[in-house]
């Protein structure tokens, strides 16, 4: 079955560390997202990314970091910069990056602090 | 810019009883529009979308969804709740052709009791 897989399910951080978030799709979409969700606050876009090799950043950029080498692809390092790392963290994808396309999700990944 | 707003954080509903979620929004334009669900501890899943046409949606899960431009609603709805609808539900708006955004609401968690 195509889909999104995250991981780890869930990963805790030590303070001053980097920390990296797997996202992968077999769906053979285009375009690729992170979203990070408090409660309460819906989901707030971190990174996107239409093609590989190029990515933009959302609302919330500060503190994270994302590459975009291989089109399945699209890994989020939390860094030792993002002073308020605990989250949920969903990485999404869609066929195209227009807001029209519905956009699928992983399972997501928990992080904590240590 | 686009917005959401859900104005309801919890609504608990009796198992059969019928259920409704608001979702006010913020654009200028015809937006498109769209309804996920998530269980604890997952990624969000597709309900509905609208895009333009049949104002009455129909959606996965026995869920449907009315789109008034006059009151700006994307309200969606079930006849008869089951105990397996208890989870949270995000309204999404997105933006014109071309760009790529997706703007969540806070999301409104139902709780089903028997």
């Known amino acids: 079955d195509g889909g999104i897989t995250q991981s780890p399910k869930y990963l805790f951080r030590k303070e001053g560390q980097n920390v990296t978030l797997s996202c992968e799709q077999n769906?053979?979409?285009?375009?690729m997202y992170w979203y990070r969700q408090d409660p309460g606050q819906g989901l707030r876009l971190i990174y996107y990314s239409q093609i590989v090799n190029d990515f933009q950043k959302g609302d919330i950029a500060e503190g994270y970091s994302v590459s975009r080498e291989k089109k399945e692809s699209f890994p989020l390092t939390v860094t030792s910069a993002q002073k308020n790392p605990t989250a949920f963290y969903l990485c999404?994808?869609?066929?195209?990056?227009?807001?029209?396309?519905?956009?699928?999700f992983g399972d997501g990944t928990r992080l904590s602090i240590l | 810019a686009q917005s959401v707003t859900q104005p309801d954080i919890h609504i608990t509903v009796s198992e059969g009883a019928s259920l409704e979620l608001r979702c006010n929004y913020s654009?200028?334009?015809?937006?498109?529009l769209f309804w996920y669900v998530q269980s604890p501890g997952q990624g969000l899943q597709l309900l509905l979308k609208?895009?333009?046409?049949?104002?009455l949606v129909q959606g996965i899960k026995g869920f449907e969804a009315e789109f008034k431009r006059s009151q700006s609603s994307f309200n969606l709805r079930k006849p008869s709740v089951h105990w397996s609808d208890a989870a949270e539900y995000f309204c999404a708006v997105g933006g014109p052709l071309g760009d790529y955004k997706l703007s969540f609401g806070a999301g409104t968690t139902v709780t089903v009791r028997a």
């Open positions: 609208y895009f333009s046409g049949d104002t």
């Open positions: 769906l053979n979409h285009d375009a």
């Open positions: 999404a994808s869609s066929i195209g990056r227009d807001s029209n396309q519905p956009q699928h």
């Open positions: 654009y200028g334009a015809t937006p498109y």
